[in-house]
């Protein structure tokens, strides 16, 4: 089969599930949107694997897109927490593991993997790659397993941090505080204050001119919050997290 030079293949990777799909350069899909659980343990050997299996279930692309959780550094793997235990999200981290993720360079191995040119980035910055307007300065948090989070100034990425990692209650951090397991623990109508909470306690850290907030869980928002945090707080579609696929590789990005 012929590669098809319109399409990028959009993989976003995260603690809980995998989507993908592929889109042409109007960011119009041209597979349905596939997701699957993450596999655990995740070696990155078994990563490039599921990553491969993945490709070769779906039309044939040029490129490949990859957002993956963590903190990563123009393709290199810095840390990725979730990735990094024996079981998944909240289950103990594997030395072994850790010491297999640190520092391994993602991009260069899902490139010669798939044979294609491939842009690897956290899943917050691919998110936010979908969605933003490219004026003034927009933040991007996505709800999921945890909490991701970027950055991007006149249309140009900001250098990545986790901010989920910082401590924001009692030695919690903000990635336990608000993510998927307080959301069940809480129910949808205290976890929605509690992000309305967030909000208000940022705003004064970032004065950001527009906050978009993505991912599976922005959609259990109640409208009574979304209504209080303001005109400069969108809910965007998780979709964002595979179409930002295509934009991505038109991202520029602060050194």
């Not at 010669?112 to 690897?120: D, G, I």
């Amino acid at each position: 089969m012929p590669t098809d030079e319109r399409l990028t293949l959009s993989i976003d990777c995260g603690g809980l599930y995998i989507k993908s799909c592929v889109l042409d350069d109007a960011g119009t899909m041209h597979s349905k949107p596939n997701r699957m659980e993450t596999p655990y343990p995740l070696s990155p050997e078994r990563f490039l694997e599921t990553i491969s299996e993945i490709a070769a279930s779906l039309p044939l692309a040029y490129r490949a897109t990859v957002g993956m959780p963590g903190m990563v550094r123009h393709g290199v793997v810095i840390s990725t927490p979730h990735y990094m235990t024996k079981g998944g999200p909240r289950t103990r981290i594997d030395p072994e593991l850790k010491d297999a993720w640190s520092g391994f360079d993602a991009q260069d191995a899902i490139s010669k993997r798939l044979n294609m040119p491939t842009r690897v980035l956290n899943d917050a910055e691919v998110h936010g790659a979908g969605i933003i307007s490219g004026s003034g300065y927009e933040v991007v948090i996505t709800l999921g397993t945890g909490l991701g989070f970027a950055i991007f100034y006149g249309g140009v990425l900001s250098p990545h941090f986790e901010f989920s990692h910082a401590t924001v209650r009692r030695g919690t951090t903000y990635d336990t505080w608000i993510g998927e397991h307080e959301r069940r623990r809480l129910g949808n109508t205290f976890w929605s204050r509690r992000i309305r909470t967030l909000v208000e306690e940022l705003r004064p850290v970032f004065y950001w001119d527009r906050l978009y907030i993505g991912g599976g869980n922005a959609r259990c928002i109640r409208q009574s919050d979304l209504d209080r945090m303001g005109d400069d707080v969108v809910i965007v579609p998780n979709s964002a997290g595979v179409a930002g696929g295509v934009r991505a590789w038109t991202l520029e990005q602060h050194k």
